[in-house]
């Protein structure tokens, strides 16, 4: 089963901007479909974006779509979520998903 690790969190003003990361430790990853959930306290987890093997299709969530963008990095077992213009909404644990997989989560606060 593919580990995942998430990395990029953190504080940031409304209206600022993070990269959030999710590293893979094996190659099958690339040929995997990969997701992004968000989970904020006391709410359940929810889907934000999704982008499939080939890196060309990408699905977001309503409250995301503009704001947000996925991409992966094949060669680096590797998938990105650029996340624009951040509000206090967006405030939450940030979970990457591949098959079976999750990662640890990412800590994203959205505050001034």
């Known amino acids: 089963q593919v580990q995942l690790v998430e990395s990029g969190g953190g504080l940031v003003q409304p209206g600022g901007s993070l990269r959030l990361s999710c590293a893979a430790s094996e190659r099958t990853f690339s040929i995997s479909t990969v997701d992004w959930f968000r989970q904020a306290p006391g709410k359940e987890r929810e889907f934000v974006a999704r982008?499939?093997?080939?890196?060309?299709?990408?699905f977001y969530a309503n409250f995301v779509k503009g704001r947000f963008t996925i991409s992966r990095d094949n060669a680096k077992n590797t998938v990105y979520l650029q996340m624009n213009s951040l509000k206090p909404e967006d405030t939450a644990v940030y979970y990457c998903h591949a098959g079976p997989s999750w990662g640890q989560g990412t800590q994203v606060t959205v505050s001034s």
């Open positions: 982008i499939y093997s080939n890196g060309g299709s990408t």
